[in-house]
């Protein structure tokens, strides 16, 4: 049997996009909205706004920020991967750095 698209994910995965699925769900019922106003506001089907709260990764990424979105939530994906945050990214940066400086070399003048 061929394995699903979540069984290929990480544990840690599986729960983060379910638990983001529970709390788009929590804050949804907190402003008393349907889930078919939801869906019909995110531009979906009903039968994929329930994906969406149950974390399915099938969803697009797209379909889990309109729904933040739609519940007031703003855009927490702008920042997500922010450059600036990135340590790693920042550490390997450091260890590019040349241990000296050399002046270039003009080219001749014509």
Do not use: C, H, Q
């Amino acid at each position: 049997m061929k394995p699903s698209r979540t069984d290929l994910l990480p544990i840690p995965v599986r729960r983060a996009l379910r638990k983001l699925g529970t709390d788009i769900s929590i804050a949804r019922r907190k402003r008393r909205v349907t889930t078919g106003m939801m869906a019909e506001r995110i531009g979906i089907t009903p039968v994929t706004y329930f994906k969406v709260e149950r974390g399915d990764p099938g969803v697009g990424l797209g379909t889990y920020a309109m729904a933040l979105f739609s519940l007031g939530l703003g855009t927490p994906w702008a920042d997500l991967v922010d450059a600036g945050r990135d340590e790693t990214g920042l550490i390997l940066d450091l260890n590019r750095i040349p241990k000296r400086a050399r002046a270039r070399s003009e080219p001749p003048a014509r």
